[in-house]
C-alpha cells in the first residue's frame, strides 16, 4: 500500500475545508442564521424610553419623504417654535446607546414604523374631534391581502421573500438577484445602452422611499446604508423573521410612494391608489379579488389589473399615472403575460385582464367636501396649531404624526352648531321663540342671517375655549376675523374706561391734600377728575369700591343735543324716546341702554384724555396767545389738506391734460368771470387771443360782452392776481382742487407721495386765513377736533390694552354706542378679564402634544404655566359685574332673568350686555339734510358672563343690501341664548354623582371575559430590561411587574407585552377627502 504524499493530504483537506467552507456559506447566504443570531442581538438593544423633559440622547431623522411627511425631521424647528410660543417639552424619548451609535454610523433608526399616521384632535375628555390619517385607507393585517396581490407582488419585486423554509432569512438581501445586478453594473461601464436591473428586496425599497433624500438612491453608500438598516429592522423581533416579513409585505401595500392625483394630493398605497388614480372602492376591489362577492370573471379580471398596474406604476409613478396611462396599461398587460406563463395566474385571466382598460381619473366621484360651518371649531385649532409650527398649510398639518389636546367641549359644540345651523328653518326659528316683535319676521329670509356662538370657562390655567360655533359654510370666521358694528356692547368698554379713571384719579388724589383738592374741586373741563377730588374733600376716608358705587350713582341727562365731535355738529337719540325727557344714573343708563347718556359719558371721558394731553386742551383753547395754538393749528391745516389733495388726486389721476381743464371748465362756463379765473390760473402762458377763443367756446354768454370788457377779464384775473384762496373764492372751486389739476397737467403721472410733498405751500396759502387773530372761533373749532382726536388715540391705547382688536376708532363721541365697531372674541377677551376680577388670563384651547407617539421621536408637550396680568382693579371689574347682573335682572336682556340654575336648583348669576348695529352709509347735503341713506348690515349681540365659571357672545349678523329688511334687535340674541341654556346646562353644570346608599348591598359583578390578545404594536421593539454603559441588555425575570410608562425599557412595560394598536375602522365607500 502505497503512503499518500502529506502534499496531496494537505491539499485534499483543504479542499475539504473549503467545500465545507462553501456548503456553510451556501448555507449561511439562504438561512442567514449566523446573521439571525447577531443582528438580532444588535437590533434587541435598539430600544428607547419616555423620560420626564428634554432629551439628553434623541437623533433626529434625515430628509426622507416619510420622515419629513410625519414631521419627524422637522421635530426640532417646531419644538423651538413652540417654546417661543409658551410650550415645553414635559416627556420625550431617551434612545439607547446602541441606537444611538447605530445613527451616528449613519443607519436610519430601526423601530416598528407606522403604516398611517396623521393630525389627532381630541376634545376636553380625551374624545375624538377630529382625525386626518394618511394614507386614508390601509390594510391592518397580513391576512386581509388577497393571496392573488401577494403571489402577483413577490413574483415582480421580491420573489424569495416568503419562503418559510429558512425562518431566520434576512429578507434585506436576495444574493442571487444582488449578485446579478452588479455583474450587469460592471458589464453597463463598457456597454453604456445596457439596461441593468435592480437587485433591492422590498425591505430596501421600503427604507429607500421613506428615509432616503427624495425617496432615491443615490450611491453605492446609500445603498449599503438601506440594506443595513433594513436588516437590523428585519430582526427587532427576534431570529424569526418570517412575521416581519409578512408585515413588510403588508407594508409596502399600505405605504408605497404614487405621485399626487388631482383634488386629492400625495397618494401613497394600493387602497389609497385605487381611490385617487381609478375612483375605485379599495373595499370593494379587495371583496372581488378575495371572492367574498359575487362577480363575473371580467369583474376580477378588471380588478385585478387595476392593482397590478398600481404595482408596476411605482417604478415611474408620475409618469406611468398622471402623463401617459397607455403606456402604464401595456406595460401591465406585459406583466400580466408574465404572471400567466410562471402560473401565478391563470392564463384565461390574463387574457381577460388583458382586454379591460385601466380607468381615468376623471371616473371617480369625489364626495362632498365637509361642510366648513360643521369644521369652525376644530380648523380653528387646526389654524392655531398650523401657526404655532410655522406651518403656512393645512394639508401639511394634517400629515404629521402629532396628536392634539383640545380644550372643546364636544358634546356643547354640537349641541350649538346644530342648533345655529337649523335656525335657518323658520319652524326652528318659530319654535326658539324667535320671530315676534324686534325678533325675525314671518318673512324674513331666515337662511340670510349668519350666527356666532362663543363660550369660555374660566379655570386655573386660564379662559379655556369650550365652544366657538357658527353658521357660516365658509372659512371666514365673523367671530375673530370680522369687523363689525356690534352696537350698545361698545358702552361695556365705555363703563369700563369711565370706571377705570375714576380709579386712577382716585389713586392719583388720594395722598392729597385739603387744600390742593379744593382746587382741583374747582369747575373745569375734566368734570370726571373734578368730581373725584369733590368727593375725596367731603369723603377723605372713602374707599375704592364706595367711590366706585358713587360713580354709578352720578346723574346724566338722556335729553337730545347736538354735540360738536367728530369734525362736525352730530345728533344723536335714544333708542326709547321716553327717555328723552329724563335724568337718570350710570346704573339705569347701563341696565336700559341709554344712548345719550352714553353720549355724554364718552363726552366727559374725551375730555378727560384731552386735559391729560401735553397740550392740556383748557391751557390751549382759553388762552388766545398760548404757543401751542399756532402749532395744532399747522397741524389741522397739514392733515385737512393732505385730505383734499388726496381726494382731488384720486378724482383726476386717470384723465388727460385736456380732460382735466374740461372737467373744471365744465363747473365755471355758466359764467365768464368765473371762467376767466380758472382759465387764467391753468393756462397762465396762454395769449389774450386765445383766452377769447377758449372763452367763447365754453361760455356761450361771452359772446355779447366787449372787446374792452374781454380785456378788462384778461388783466383782471392774471395769474398773480389772487393767491390760490381767493382763486378758489372766485372760481368756486376748491382751491386745493385747482392747484391739484395744474400740478397734474404739468407733470403727468405724478404720483400722490410727490403731491403731498410738493403741496406743503399750497396748503399753508390755502389756510392762510385761519392763522389771523380775529379768527378765535374758527381756530378753537379746529384745535378742538385736534385735541379730541388726541384724546381718542389715548382711549384707543387703553382699549387695545384690554383686547381691543384694532388699530383705529372712530374720533367721535359715537364710538360710545358702537361707531368704531368691534369683534364678538374681543368682547368675550374683555368679558374674561371681568370674571377674572380684573386680570387678563391666558386664553387657551390647546393644552397638550403629543408627537411621535411609540417612537424614538416621541415628545409631548404643554403649555408652560403663564401668570396672569392684572389691567384693572378688582373693584372696578366687580362693580362693571354687578352693572351687567342688572341688564339681565330687568334691562335690554331681561327675558334671561331666571334662566340659569346649578343643579341643585340655585339660580345661577347671569349677566351681559346687549348691542344692535344699525351700520348705514349716509351722505349730507348742507344744512345736515341726509340725501341718502343705504343699509350696510345690521346685528344683534349678547356678551354675557354665567356665575363666577362661564363667559362668552352670541351674535346675529346679516350682510348686504337684505339687511334693511330685517328690524331685530338685540332680543333675538338673549332670546337664542334662553333657549340653548337648558340644552347646554347638563354639559357646562353636570349633576354630581349620586353616592352609593348605606344600605345597599353590592351586586355581584358577572364573571369577567377573558381579557383579548392585543395586536402587535407597529412603532415599539420589545423591551429589555436594563441598558448598560456599552448598550448591552439583559433579559427581565417575566414573573417581576415592572413600572409602566410608555417606551421600549422594562420599567415602561412588563416584559413580552406589547400595547395595541389603535384600531382605524374599514374605509367606506365614499373616502374622506381632506379639509382644505
Not at 415 to 427: M, T
Not at 704 to 711: A, D, G, N
Amino acid at each position: 500500500m502505497h503512503k499518500i504524499p502529506r502534499r496531496i493530504l494537505i491539499g485534499l483537506g483543504v479542499l475539504l475545508l473549503l467545500v465545507v467552507l462553501a456548503g456553510l456559506i451556501a448555507y449561511e447566504l439562504l438561512s442567514s442564521a449566523l446573521e439571525a443570531k447577531y443582528i438580532a442581538q444588535a437590533a434587541q438593544k435598539m430600544t428607547w424610553q419616555i423620560r420626564p423633559g428634554p432629551s439628553d440622547r434623541i437623533r433626529y431623522p434625515g430628509q426622507g419623504p416619510y420622515d419629513v411627511r410625519l414631521g419627524y425631521s422637522k421635530l426640532p424647528h417646531y419644538l423651538t417654535q413652540l417654546d417661543k410660543a409658551g410650550w415645553k417639552i414635559d416627556q420625550q424619548a431617551r434612545i439607547s446607546i446602541q441606537m444611538a451609535r447605530a445613527s451616528d454610523l449613519g443607519l436610519f433608526l430601526p423601530y416598528h414604523e407606522k403604516d398611517q399616521a396623521g393630525l389627532s384632535l381630541l376634545d376636553s375628555d380625551g374624545k375624538p374631534l377630529y382625525q386626518a390619517l394618511h394614507p386614508t385607507r390601509v390594510y391592518h393585517r397580513f391576512e386581509d391581502i388577497p393571496k392573488v396581490l401577494v403571489d402577483s407582488l413577490l413574483y415582480i419585486e421580491n420573489r424569495e421573500l416568503l419562503t418559510e423554509q429558512f425562518p431566520t432569512r434576512n429578507p434585506a438581501v436576495e444574493w442571487d438577484r444582488l449578485a446579478q445586478a452588479l455583474m450587469e453594473k460592471g458589464i453597463s461601464l463598457i456597454d453604456t445602452h445596457r439596461n441593468v436591473p435592480g437587485g433591492s428586496t422590498l425591505p430596501t425599497q421600503i427604507e429607500k422611499y421613506r428615509h432616503s433624500s427624495e425617496g432615491l438612491t443615490s450611491d453605492m453608500s446609500e445603498k449599503l446604508r438601506q440594506m443595513a438598516t433594513a436588516s437590523l429592522r428585519a430582526y427587532l423581533d427576534g431570529p424569526n423573521t418570517l412575521p416581519m416579513r409578512k408585515k413588510t409585505v403588508m407594508a409596502y401595500l399600505n405605504t408605497v410612494p404614487l405621485a399626487a392625483a388631482p383634488r386629492f394630493g400625495e397618494v401613497n398605497g394600493i387602497a389609497d391608489g385605487l381611490w385617487a388614480w381609478y375612483g375605485l372602492d379599495f373595499g370593494e376591489i379587495n371583496a372581488i379579488l378575495e371572492k367574498k362577492t359575487r362577480v363575473g370573471e371580467t369583474a376580477y379580471a378588471s380588478a385585478l389589473k387595476h392593482v397590478l398596474s398600481l404595482i408596476i406604476a411605482e417604478r415611474r409613478p408620475s409618469y406611468y399615472l398622471a402623463a401617459n396611462r397607455k403606456a402604464l396599461d401595456a406595460l401591465t398587460d406585459d406583466h400580466l403575460d408574465l404572471l400567466a406563463n410562471a402560473q401565478v395566474i391563470s392564463r384565461e385571466l390574463a387574457d381577460r385582464a388583458k382586454r379591460v382598460k385601466l380607468r381615468s381619473t376623471h371616473e371617480r366621484v369625489d364626495p362632498p367636501a365637509p361642510r366648513f360651518v360643521d369644521q369652525k371649531a376644530t380648523n380653528a385649532q387646526r389654524i392655531r396649531v398650523a401657526q404655532m409650527l410655522g406651518e403656512p398649510r393645512l394639508y401639511d398639518l394634517d400629515r404629521l404624526d402629532l396628536q392634539v389636546d383640545t380644550t372643546i367641549n364636544q358634546p356643547a359644540q354640537k349641541i350649538v352648531s346644530r342648533y345655529l345651523q337649523n335656525l335657518a328653518h323658520p319652524e326652528a326659528a318659530a319654535a326658539s321663540g324667535l320671530i315676534g316683535f324686534r325678533l325675525l319676521k314671518p318673512d324674513n329670509a331666515f337662511d340670510q342671517v349668519i350666527y356666532s356662538f362663543t363660550l369660555y370657562e374660566k379655570t386655573p390655567s386660564g379662559n379655556v375655549l369650550r365652544v366657538q360655533a357658527d353658521n357660516l359654510n365658509q372659512p371666514f370666521d365673523i367671530n375673530s376675523q370680522a369687523r363689525l358694528d356690534l352696537g350698545s356692547t361698545a358702552k361695556l368698554r365705555t363703563l369700563v374706561t369711565y370706571l377705570q379713571i375714576i380709579s386712577q384719579t382716585y389713586d392719583t388724589y388720594r395722598t392729597l391734600d385739603a387744600a390742593t383738592l379744593k382746587q382741583k374741586a374747582q369747575p373745569q373741563r375734566d368734570v370726571l377728575a373734578q368730581w373725584v377730588a369733590a368727593t375725596l374733600l367731603s369723603q377723605p376716608d372713602i374707599k375704592r369700591d364706595a367711590l366706585l358705587e358713587a360713580a354709578m350713582g352720578r346723574q346724566y341727562s338722556a335729553a337730545r343735543e347736538m354735540f360738536f365731535t367728530g369734525g362736525g355738529l352730530h345728533d344723536f337719540v335714544n333708542f326709547d324716546a321716553k327717555d328723552n325727557s329724563r335724568v337718570m344714573d350710570v346704573w339705569e343708563a347701563t341696565k336700559n341702554s341709554v344712548n345719550l347718556v352714553y353720549i355724554r359719558i364718552m363726552r366727559d371721558i374725551v375730555r378727560h384724555y384731552a386735559s391729560a394731553s401735553p397740550g392740556a386742551a383748557a391751557r390751549i383753547l382759553d388762552d388766545a396767545s398760548n404757543p401751542m395754538r399756532q402749532t395744532y393749528l399747522m397741524r389741522f391745516v397739514d392733515q385737512e389738506g393732505r385730505l383734499f389733495i388726496r381726494r382731488f388726486y384720486q378724482n383726476h389721476k386717470s384723465q388727460t391734460p385736456v380732460q382735466m381743464a374740461e372737467d373744471v371748465y365744465a363747473r365755471v362756463r355758466a359764467n365768464p368771470r368765473r371762467f376767466t379765473s380758472a382759465y387764467r390760473y391753468l393756462e397762465p402762458q396762454a395769449g389774450f387771443d386765445a383766452y377769447v377763443t377758449a372763452l367763447h367756446a365754453n361760455v356761450p354768454a361771452s359772446a355779447s360782452l366787449s372787446p374792452k370788457t374781454l380785456k378788462s377779464l384778461y388783466e383782471t384775473h392774471a395769474p398773480d392776481a389772487y393767491n390760490l384762496a381767493d382763486r378758489g373764492y372766485v372760481t368756486q372751486i376748491h382751491p386745493l382742487e385747482l392747484w391739484v389739476v395744474k400740478a397734474l397737467r404739468s407733470a403727468p403721472g405724478t404720483d400722490l407721495k410727490t403731491l403731498d410733498d410738493q403741496g406743503a405751500d399750497a396748503r399753508r396759502e390755502v389756510y392762510n386765513w385761519l392763522f389771523k387773530t380775529s379768527r378765535k372761533n374758527a381756530q378753537d373749532i379746529r384745535i378742538q377736533s385736534l385735541l379730541e382726536v388726541e384724546a381718542f388715540d389715548g382711549l384707543l391705547r387703553d382699549w387695545k390694552r384690554l383686547g381691543y382688536p384694532f388699530d383705529n376708532i372712530t374720533p367721535s363721541y359715537a364710538t360710545a354706542i358702537g361707531a368704531s365697531g368691534d369683534r364678538p372674541a374681543a368682547l368675550a377677551e374683555l368679558m374674561g378679564i371681568l370674571v377674572n376680577d380684573g386680570v387678563r388670563a391666558p386664553t387657551v384651547s390647546l393644552t397638550g402634544m403629543h408627537f411621535a407617539a411609540h417612537t424614538p421621536y416621541d415628545t409631548r408637550l404643554s403649555r408652560k404655566p403663564a401668570p396672569g396680568e392684572r389691567l384693572l382693579p378688582v373693584e372696578v371689574a366687580q362693580t362693571v359685574r354687578r352693572a351687567l347682573a342688572k341688564v339681565v335682572e330687568g334691562g335690554t336682556a331681561g327675558r334671561l332673568a331666571g334662566a340659569l340654575k346649578d343643579p341643585a336648583g340655585q339660580p345661577i348669576t347671569l349677566g351681559g350686555k346687549t348691542g344692535t348695529g344699525d351700520h348705514r352709509f349716509e351722505t349730507y347735503g348742507k344744512g345736515g339734510q341726509l340725501i341718502d341713506s343705504r343699509v350696510v348690515s345690521r346685528s344683534a349681540t349678547f356678551v354675557f358672563y354665567m356665575g363666577d365659571r362661564y363667559f362668552g357672545t352670541l351674535t346675529a349678523v346679516v350682510e348686504g343690501e337684505q339687511a334693511g329688511r330685517f328690524g331685530f334687535t338685540s332680543s333675538l340674541t338673549a332670546q337664542m341664548l334662553k333657549t340653548l341654556l337648558p340644552q347646554l346646562q347638563p354639559h357646562l353644570y353636570p349633576e354630581p354623582p349620586t353616592p352609593p346608599s348605606a344600605s345597599a348591598k353590592p351586586t355581584p359583578e358577572p364573571a369577567a371575559a377573558p381579557a383579548p390578545v392585543p395586536a402587535p404594536t407597529p412603532a415599539r421593539p420589545r423591551a429589555p430590561v436594563k441598558e448598560t454603559p456599552d448598550g448591552s441588555t439583559s433579559q427581565a425575570d417575566p414573573t417581576v411587574k415592572q413600572p409602566v410608562n410608555q417606551g421600549g425599557f422594562p420599567e415602561d412595560l412588563e416584559p413580552n407585552v406589547v400595547l395595541p394598536v389603535p384600531v382605524t375602522p374599514p374605509a367606506s365607500r365614499a373616502p374622506a377627502v381632506p379639509s382644505p
